[in-house]
């Protein structure tokens, strides 16, 4: 009776796959304006028709660079000169330059020059408050 046992398991098997492969899809695309898969995306925004999506590939190494710059370090609020150099180099649009910028300031700058502070190292750029 060992051959029924492999027969019978193989046959699940068989049977189990082919739903698993189909319903994600049909699933998927249900819910392809909402967040389901990405919560910390910021809501309060219609159904765009597309989930949260990321910028693309080179931009956020443009945009850190730019950010984490010497010269921009003490003010990292880009100029409209900026903002216009940025979205041309990055090929995302105002509103994405903003958010990011925004997100930025908050999730990489300001615990960095945090840090800087509490080391003395930003001491001459006085004035800058956390």
């Known amino acids: 009776h060992t051959t029924m046992d492999t027969m019978?398991?193989?046959a699940a098997a068989t049977t189990s796959a082919p739903p698993l492969l189909e319903s994600p899809d049909h699933h998927h695309d249900d819910h392809s304006a909402s967040d389901d898969d990405k919560p910390s995306s910021g809501g309060g925004k219609?159904?765009?028709?597309?989930s949260r999506r990321e910028l693309p590939a080179g931009a956020v190494t443009i945009l850190k660079a730019w950010l984490l710059s010497p010269e921009h370090f003490t003010?990292?609020?880009?100029?409209p000169q900026d903002q216009v150099l940025l979205m041309q180099k990055t090929g995302i649009d105002k509103k994405q330059l903003k958010n990011w910028f925004t997100n930025a300031r908050r999730r990489i700058w300001k615990p960095?020059?945090?840090?800087?502070?509490?080391a003395g190292k930003l001491a001459a750029a006085g004035g800058v408050t956390v």
Do not use: I, R, S, V
Request: glycine share 10%; net charge positive; hydrophobic share 20%.
């Open 46 to 50: 219609g159904p765009t028709g597309k």
């Open 75 to 79: 003010h990292p609020y880009p100029t």
């Open 8 to 10: 019978n398991t193989a």
């Open 112 to 118: 960095m020059l945090k840090k800087q502070l509490e």
